[in-house]
């Protein structure tokens, strides 16, 4: 009975490739690579005068970062390897997580520049 077990877990982990040392060492020096790009947009490009920071470079930052962040959460937290229930399940719950940020930040921007409960008293803005 054990070893029936055994061998039904064995089959179902066989799809599970995991991580070797070859692909973290990748992982590693892509993620390296990204911010050494980051700081040479800061430090060198913006800092250097050669770009001014605008819009465009913070959304470069914003994508490099982003990318960054897949390739931790899918490689060091493993979750590249999960099935794909649970990956939409966790996709979801962070963009409602964002979503439900963006809308408190939102109200809250509103409530400070149009509610004032003591008006004798000056409103900073």
């Known amino acids: 009975m ?4 055994h061998t039904v877990e064995h089959a179902e982990g066989q799809h599970h490739e995991g991580m070797t040392k070859r692909k973290i060492w990748r992982v590693f020096f892509y993620l390296l690579a990204l911010t ?3 700081f040479f947009i800061a430090l060198v490009l913006v800092h250097g005068g050669v770009v001014e920071k605008s819009l465009g470079v ?6 490099l970062t982003l990318l960054k962040a897949y390739y931790i959460v899918a490689y060091f937290m493993h979750l590249k ?17 964002i979503y439900f940020i963006a809308l408190m930040l939102t109200e809250g921007g509103y409530l400070n520049t149009h509610y004032n409960p003591f008006p004798h008293w000056a409103n900073p803005q």
């Open 2 to 5: 054990a070893t029936q077990e």
């Open 36 to 38: 050494a790009l980051e």
């Open 58 to 63: 913070n959304i470069v930052y914003i994508a």
């Open 81 to 97: 390897f999960e099935t794909f229930g649970f990956i939409t399940s966790i996709a979801i719950t962070f963009i409602l997580i």
